[in-house]
């Protein structure tokens, strides 16, 4: 895999943590870099200080799987700083055009890894399937509530937050959403609160690194059945990206059918990002990548 491919998909990345219920995870599950995105993470430990002592940078630089690494997060950060912003003032503006063509996206790629992982599943994993498109559906049609914290609420804060980014179909960004605490982070990034920025990246950073091990364990147990319930959640993780939606007097997810004005337009985008999501995927696996 080419350091612009990589690069190409922290991009992905980093606009997707954007937008309330897509997240990094779902990009990288669907195309072909999570298990090795999880390695990277659950590489970081205590033994990384004695390769530096004993190997050097060349050392934590193999050892961190630096030619991924760095590309990756390259395109994350370039994706936050640029894209990620330009998403947001297009959901303000013509919302239903960036859902429709996630919805597209999404659909395309959550087809093409339940064809991929089919033919290894059996009868169970079809259950976790079912509990991961139930789980996504329970998040996704969750009320945004509104709140004040104290300074001892943002550890773990970020902790849900930053370890939500691993999991495909549940964004981040929603999940502060639903606690109320997404308003109270804006505001402290707009005026650069140092306390509770320090606060939250610190809890994130632990609870990233821990759901990183959890889901790197349950994997190597488990490996079809953790897929087929992370699939699950992919598809489950639609309702929040549905073209047609509204919302109530208390914030609440109200999806609606598309009348005949409102209909071609968003289609259009959910086709272009089926299309497209399924040319990646053939460019993929024509460079010998799969999406597993």
Known sequence: MSWFSIWLRGLAMGAADAVPGVSGGTVAFLTGIYERWLAVLTSVT????????????????VRLDGGFVLPLLV???????????????????????VWGFFFGLVIAMGLALLTDLRSAMRTKD????????LIALILGLQTPQTADPALWVWPFAGAMALSAMLLPGISGSFLLLLTGLYPALISAV?????????????????????????????????????LSCLTGVVFGALVRVWPWQGAGEDGSLILLLPTPEFLWIPMVFGLSGFVLASLALKFSTHNGNTIR
Not at 46 to 61: K, N
Not at 203 to 221: E, F, N, P, S, Y
């Open 126 to 133: 079809w259950g976790f399937l079912a509990i991961g498109v």
């Open 46 to 61: 205590p033994e990384l200080w004695t390769v530096f002592r004993t190997d050097g940078v060349r050392g934590v630089w």
């Open 75 to 97: 395109g994350i950060l370039m994706s936050l700083i640029t894209l990620a912003h330009w998403i947001k003032e297009w959901l303000d503006v013509v919302p239903e055009r």
């Open 190 to 226: 707009s005026t650069f609160e140092v306390s509770i920025l320090l606060l939250f990246v610190s809890g994130g950073a632990i609870g990233i690194l821990l759901m990183a091990h959890l889901l790197k364990a349950l994997l190597a147990k488990y490996h079809t059945g953790v």
